[in-house]
């Protein structure tokens, strides 16, 4: 296809209405996208004899892996992939290293974040320079991505209270406390260094690791977590503290350590019978 043909059915498929006046700006974005996808992806400049369909089936691939992301942000991440065959969407992924950016809901928060990240990955890949606008609709848009829920948590029951507050706050906000705390429990399990020396249970192999000679035995494997313990679990004091304050976050520590329990013990261990007796206590 010529270039205006192939923007006719981009614009075709994605509904676009160029009369639209209150989503010019978006449409202009949208448009623009289009012609860098015709030149970088599908006007293919190798000779005939040099495509290959297995090319165009990890391309294809590849698009599947980010049907989650909007129609501009995927099409721009496979043009990408299909240039110079990174998948990007991991590496600005991994660029992103705030604690709270789940927490993230405002429009400062996601514009600043893209700041900090444009330069590190620009210098790293320079065939994203002038890209920033893209990198930061590729931050909001991953935002939307990691706080979706997943099947198997769809259906999680703790309290009434607590999950009208977990609803609430993704209805509202966009924001999943649920993905937040199931983040924190699985990082905090993956860092034994960083659990209070009150909190370290020898585990099972650490009297063994003799017998051991030839496995690597991480502290992951040297040390359980004690989770049974009444203060500062899971580092939820500092956690907590500097977390950002929103409407969603004000008085809800115990709220958080209820949810990174019921992540723990449902997620990282298995113990039903100390999750009733926990949950019976604090609420």
């Known amino acids: 296809m010529r270039l205006e043909e192939y923007i006719f059915k981009r614009k075709k498929e994605d509904g676009i209405n160029e009369y639209d006046m209150d989503r010019r700006q978006e449409n202009t974005r949208i448009c623009v996208n289009y012609i860098f996808e015709y030149f970088n992806n599908y006007l293919d400049t190798k000779p005939a004899d040099e495509k290959t369909v297995l090319h165009e089936q990890k391309i294809e691939r590849y698009r599947k892996i980010i049907r989650d992301y909007d129609p ?7 043009s990408l992939y299909g240039s110079y065959g990174k998948y990007m969407h991991k590496y600005l992924m991994n660029s992103i290293t705030d604690d709270y950016f789940l927490l993230y809901e405002s429009e ?7 700041y900090e ?80 020396k009150g909190h370290k249970k020898k585990s099972e192999f650490y009297d063994k690791k003799s017998q051991y000679k030839d496995i690597k035995l991480t502290d992951t494997i040297l040390w359980d977590y004690d989770y049974k313990q009444k203060n500062n679990l899971f580092g939820l004091d500092s956690l907590y503290r500097n977390m950002p304050k929103k409407k969603f976050t004000r008085g809800k520590k115990q709220e958080f350590e209820v949810v990174i329990m019921y992540c723990w013990l449902h997620g990282v261990t298995g113990d039903d019978e100390y999750w009733d007796s926990y949950l019976s206590n604090v609420l």
């Open 72 to 78: 501009e942000v995927r099409d721009w991440l496979v």
């Open 117 to 196: 990240i444009y330069p590190k990955v620009v210098k790293r890949f320079k065939f994203l320079e002038g890209q920033s606008e893209m990198i930061y609709l590729f931050i909001k848009d991953a935002h939307k991505v990691r706080n979706l829920f997943e099947p198997y948590n769809q259906g999680i029951y703790i309290s009434e209270e607590i999950n009208e507050w977990i609803h609430d706050t993704y209805k509202n906000y966009g924001v999943n406390i649920y993905n937040f705390c199931y983040e924190w429990a699985h990082y905090f399990f993956e860092y034994p260094e960083i659990w209070p």
């Open 108 to 114: 400062p928060e996601f514009r600043s974040l893209s």
